[in-house]
């Protein structure tokens, strides 16, 4: 995977030099090179018990802690969701994981049924397919507590990139090369990229999330983990009083 990585690279390197310094919290993706990969995997690599080991730990401990805790919100969120558009309550979707391998990401539905019958499209901020539900789901995040099963079977961490579709890491990858690098690590329920810019609806947008998201491939640890879902928590308690 790293190979690959660093051929793709090599085909867009320009100068290196350290851009952590041009853009706090982002690595501008145009500074991204063969060279500056060799250093993010090797300062990652001194944190490898915590990446690799504790890490993992972790998300299975915690993430079953929360799955048990929030079984009765997911059951009146399911019957919410029932009462405003029917069946299903879930969704399952293709998702590209670490290693660029496909696994099934699940959430609570937030759309009208058959959204996507004319081929997947870029969410918007104010999206006609969204039902009134939906739209608080996603705004509080909720929406996402069904991928706590995905953070226990190993699909995800609970702190990661946001794993996109397919057919949408061909055309950012093709735009740049660099997005490949997000995939050297599990994705995430929630991610530095989400607590800073939120969502993306276009390959402009989506870029800046990737600049977000190479600086956390490059800094990831423990406190940086735990900032990331302390963020996270504050974001979900402050939207739920919006």
């Given at each position: ?132 539900v939906g ?78 998201d190479l ?28």
């Amino acid at each position: 995977m790293t190979g690959v990585v660093a051929a793709a690279l090599g085909a867009a390197a320009g100068k290196a030099h350290d851009a952590d310094a041009e853009a706090p919290g982002r690595v501008q993706v145009e500074t991204v090179t063969d060279e500056w990969l060799h250093r993010a995997l090797t300062e990652a690599g001194r944190r490898h018990v915590y990446l690799r080991i504790v890490k993992r730990g972790l998300d299975v401990v915690l993430g079953c802690t929360a799955i048990v805790m929030l079984v009765p919100l997911g059951l009146l969120i399911g019957l919410i969701v029932a009462l405003d558009g029917g069946f299903p309550v879930l969704y399952m979707q293709d998702r590209v994981g670490e290693g660029e391998q496909r696994f099934r990401m699940i959430k609570f539905r937030t759309m009208i049924r058959d959204a996507e019958s004319a081929g997947p499209q870029w969410a918007s901020h104010i999206d006609p397919r969204v039902t009134r539900v939906g739209r608080m789901l996603r705004r509080t995040r909720l929406d996402e507590i069904p991928q706590l099963v995905n953070v226990v079977r190993g699909d995800m961490s609970l702190v990661g990139p946001r794993p996109e579709r397919p057919g949408a890491v061909r055309r950012l990858t093709a735009d740049a090369p660099a997005y490949a690098i997000r995939h050297l690590v599990r994705p995430g329920l929630t991610g530095w990229a989400q607590v800073n810019f939120g969502y993306a609806n276009s390959i402009e947008t989506s870029r800046t999330k990737l600049e977000y998201d190479l600086y956390y491939v490059k800094r990831r640890s423990f406190l940086f983990d735990a900032l990331i879902l302390a963020r996270t928590v504050w974001t979900v308690l402050a939207s739920s009083g919006t």
